[in-house]
């Protein structure tokens, strides 16, 4: 071995070594100093001597730069959710239906804890890490792999070269690092984080990897995700793979064949669950057997084989000190308590919801009252009722407001008396801004950005006063706002631009159509193909999707006979933004088109569909919609200014695809 190769190897194995001390420990043996100098030199004789540069050196963990921005990631196959029980009963209601839509058969369960942080999927190539994303919305997440290079328990490389691998599980941040994380934050002035899947997830959105490492995140692998050239049959191979295979398994893990047995050992976490050096929020029972699960098969939203187990929300006593009146986007008035700082399930609770003025009455809540809050999981705490008892004469009935405390307008009582609703419409500020976020938001017209802080100044600097403003921003108005420079002014225009052809479905989802969310937005925008069919839509057809009740149906009608809606949608066409979308045809509409077993990846600028749009038509077809080019590729769409992909496709043989080639194709066959 020459002299080069042995400094290589040494400085390799310090570093490393090094690189965990400063996991495990908040007080590594050296100075960030010191280490940045062994890596330096490192990375010179790598850069030197090329020929010894390896994918799992220590100089692809922590030298990486930060990234411009956030690239989105298709997944292979859909990042599904679990559903949730929350009882003994749910779960043996649970096994019950296993065993029936398996005829009878021996099942065995294997039992792990649900570890509270953020879902997460990673692929090698040939054994090589690739890419780390998360979950998104299942289909879709964001690149983070400059992030996940930095974690001592991601392995670089595999000790087997597997043609594609998929680990899939949960980025978290243990107890002591989550504190320690805060106290650096509150040290330099910051609000600390509220618990520590929040403080994951924002640290993984960061861009330079060196500024995540500092955060100690950390990843359990529970899951593979779709592989190639590996041989598993069950759950507890898997976990025994991805052990193997450097990932850090959960050592909690138990596998039972009653689920009697499997209900005592869930419980009795419950418990003992706040030992743990990190957070978790249940516990997840999974179908053992491979063969078995693909019997069982999943519904839309998740597989029929696993189930979540929630542990009981946990109840704090504390003080009302005030009520604060939030306004909705349809000007709902929502209490929201000020409480004492409580401790509840690892995080301090200063606020909470007292749901509506219904509840305020009729439970009888008074600012100075001691009451009860409960908090399960993720779900915002809520206040659950007050303790008269502990009343001492001091405390005050609540009047709510009877104009809006954003604009003044006078505050209207719905008909069942549930809710209080400002008046103010498009005049009230407050309302105006939920507009504009819900506008924004990622599953809806996904406006890059524009975030909380740039819409409330655009509204309180009166640049916008609706919809249809934001695309009447020039550049020297977004630059005039405070922080705001000429490169953000930019991108936030380029954003809204962008907006303009996300195509009918985003769009209402994004229009604040009260009961219409981001699922009954992709219904009607299927259904109906176009903003002008919808508006003419009576109730009684809209009633009769399936999927669309009758309270749904009235108001999406109502929304669309309102002139001010009117308004916005001519404004919105006139400024030029898609309001169609081709209806997803169905299989047989197809001609019966079959894409099963086929795997495509898109790329490039697309003429007639959005890049989500014919991902979910290849879905829909039976196909695999794929992010990234591999031998097993079964074709590449490539649009306008393909790159790199379609080099790799070249590369490797694969068969490329124009627009109309593809659209050929799914019309000719079958
Ligand atoms: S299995 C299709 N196992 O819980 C099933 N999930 O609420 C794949 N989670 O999105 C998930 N610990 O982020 C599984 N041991 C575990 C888990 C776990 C935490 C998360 C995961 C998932 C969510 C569902």
Redesign the pocket.
């Known amino acids: 071995m020459s002299a080069v190769q042995k400094r290589i190897d040494a400085l390799r194995a310090q570093i490393e070594h090094h690189n965990q001390l400063y996991y495990e420990q908040a007080t590594p043996a050296i100075s960030d100093r010191e280490f940045d100098r062994l890596l330096e030199e490192l990375k010179r004789l790598e850069v030197e001597h090329p020929e010894f540069a390896s994918p799992d050196s220590p100089t692809q963990r922590v030298g990486g730069k930060p990234i411009e921005g956030f690239t989105s990631v298709t997944h292979r196959e859909p990042?599904?959710?679990?559903d949730?029980s929350y009882s003994a009963d749910d779960l043996r209601e649970f096994d019950t239906r296993v065993r029936k839509l398996l005829g009878g058969e021996a099942v065995t369960y294997v039992v792990?804890?649900?570890?509270?942080?953020?879902?997460?999927s990673l692929t090698y190539e040939n054994g090589v890490f690739t890419v780390g994303a998360t979950?998104g919305d299942g289909e879709q997440g964001d690149d983070v792999t400059h992030n996940l290079r930095t974690f001592p328990d991601v392995p670089l490389r595999l000790p087997e070269a597997p043609a594609h691998f998929e680990a899939?599980?949960?980025v978290y941040m243990t107890r002591a690092d989550f504190a320690q994380n805060n106290r650096e934050r509150i040290a330099q002035g910051q609000e600390p984080a509220a618990n520590p899947r929040n403080f994951a997830a924002g640290s993984l959105k960061l861009l330079d990897p060196k500024a995540c490492r500092r955060r100690r995140l950390r990843f359990?692998s529970?899951?593979l995700g779709p592989c190639e050239g590996v041989e598993v049959k069950t759950h507890l191979e898997a976990l025994d793979l991805l052990r193997r295979y450097g990932f850090s398994v959960?050592p909690h893990i138990a596998s039972f064949d009653t689920i009697d047995a499997v209900i005592e050992y869930c419980t009795g976490w419950a418990t003992k669950r706040h030992d743990l050096p990190y957070e978790?929020?249940?516990?997840?029972i999974?179908v053992n057997d491979f063969a078995q699960r693909k019997k069982l098969g999943?519904t839309a939203k998740?597989?029929r084989w696993?189930i979540?187990y929630k542990f009981a929300a946990e109840q704090g006593i504390t003080k009302l000190i005030s009520i604060d009146i939030q306004v909705g986007k349809l000007g709902t008035l929502t209490p929201v308590a000020n409480l004492e700082p409580v401790k509840l399930a690892g995080t301090t609770v200063k606020r909470a919801s007292l749901h509506n003025a219904d509840f305020l009455e009729t439970k009888d809540i008074r600012v100075g009252d001691t009451v009860v809050v409960e908090k399960a999981g993720e779900i915002i705490p809520y206040v659950i009722r007050s303790e008269p008892e502990a009343r001492t004469g001091s405390e005050k009935a609540f009047r709510f407001p009877t104009t809006c405390p954003s604009c003044g307008s006078p505050v209207e009582r719905d008909k069942n008396g549930t809710f209080y609703r400002c008046t103010g419409g498009r005049k009230c500020t407050a309302q105006i801004k939920e507009v504009l976020r819900a506008y924004a938001r990622r599953s809806a017209m996904d406006i890059e950005g524009l975030g909380e802080k740039v819409i409330e100044q655009l509204v309180d600097e009166g640049l916008v006063n609706s919809i249809p403003d934001l695309y009447r921003l020039t550049l020297d108005q977004v630059a005039g706002l405070e922080r705001m420079g000429k490169k953000s002014a930019r991108n936030l225009l380029d954003g809204l631009e962008a907006s303009k052809t996300r195509g009918l479905a985003r769009l209402l989802a994004g229009l604040a159509i009260q009961h219409v969310g981001d699922s009954v937005a992709d219904l009607l925008a299927n259904e109906f193909g176009s903003i002008d069919a919808l508006m003419e839509a009576s109730p009684e057809r809209l009633n009769q999707i399936n999927g669309i009740g009758p309270i749904m149906a009235d108001a999406i009608h109502a929304y669309f006979h309102e002139d001010h809606s009117q308004g916005i949608i001519e404004d919105l066409r006139a400024l030029g933004l898609k309001l169609t979308q081709d209806k997803r045809p169905s299989p047989a509409q197809a001609g019966g088109a079959d894409l099963a077993g086929k795997t495509f990846v898109v790329t490039g600028t697309l003429a007639k569909y959005q890049r989500e749009e014919i991902e979910a038509l290849i879905r829909q077809l039976g196909g695999k919609a794929s992010g990234s080019v591999s031998k097993n590729t079964s074709y590449l769409i490539a649009g306008e200014k393909a790159g790199s992909k379609l080099d790799k496709a070249k590369q490797l043989g694969v068969p490329v695809l124009t627009e109309e080639e593809f659209e050929t194709m799914i019309q000719t066959q079958g």
Request: charged letters at 25%; hydrophobic letters at 40%; zero cysteines.
């Open positions: 990042m599904l959710s679990i949730n792990e804890l649900k570890i509270d942080g953020v879902a997460m979950r899939r599980g949960e359990f529970y899951a959960n978790t929020d249940g516990m997840v999974k999943t998740s597989p696993v979540a």
